[in-house]
């Protein structure tokens, strides 16, 4: 099935930049491969709920980003390497969470509205901790 392994995070001091890496294997069980698919970014703090950070059209590579990230966030995809990126500038303590990356299911596509049930083949997540 398609599988996603998220990485990049670490810790950052505020202010600083981190570029996230979400890479892509296998088949949707529509037969699709990731280039196929709309691509999200997702964070969850802890005590908070999962919130969409970003996606990204597999066909018109159309951005959209929550607007707590807008003008710091860069989603960006490179379907020759099956691998989605997310540049993370001037990044903020409230940004310290896991992030993790899903392909929109079939019948949905990314918006500027996230709902965590319009993805699927969730990764494991890569941490990422903004601190002085």
């Known amino acids: 099935q398609l599988r996603f392994v998220e990485s990049g995070g670490g810790l950052v001091q505020p202010g600083g930049s981190l570029r996230l890496s979400c890479a892509a294997s296998?088949?949707?069980?529509?037969?699709?491969?990731?280039?196929?698919?709309?691509i999200g970014w997702f964070r969850q703090a802890p005590g908070k709920e999962r919130e969409g950070v970003s996606c990204?059209?597999?066909?018109?590579?159309?951005?959209n980003y929550a607007d707590s990230v807008k003008g710091r966030f860069t989603i960006s995809r490179d379907n020759a390497k099956n691998t989605v990126y997310l540049q993370m500038n001037s990044l903020q303590p409230e940004d310290t969470a896991t992030y993790y990356c899903?392909?929109?299911?079939?019948?949905?596509?990314?918006?500027?509205?996230?709902?965590?049930?319009?993805?699927?083949?969730w990764g494991q997540g890569t941490q990422v901790t903004v601190s002085s």
């Open positions: 296998g088949f949707t069980r529509e037969g699709f491969t990731a280039d196929n698919n709309d």
């Open positions: 899903a392909a929109i299911l079939q019948g949905f596509e990314c918006s500027h509205v996230f709902y965590d049930y319009e993805y699927e083949y």
């Open positions: 990204i059209s597999s066909s018109t590579h159309k951005p």
